[in-house]
């Protein structure tokens, strides 16, 4: 796989997991812990997507 197909892969992934985040939070009772386990996971893959486009 290349840096840029990668790089496509991580943004997609990035762009669900906002999507997720948004509607668990419009939930009537949002569960926190879930919000915060999709956060740091949108964080790393955007440390992620950050390295391999450095380089």
């Not at 290349?2 to 999507?19: C, D, K, N, P, Y």
Request: aromatic share 0%; no cysteine; glycine share 4%.
């Amino acid at each position: 796989m290349t840096v840029e197909a990668r790089v496509s892969t991580l943004s997609q992934r990035h762009a669900v997991i906002e999507h997720e985040i948004q509607a668990e939070g419009h939930r009537p009772l949002p569960d926190q812990i879930i919000i915060g386990r999709l956060k740091r996971e949108k964080l790393r893959i955007k440390e992620e997507m950050k390295r391999l486009t450095e380089h």
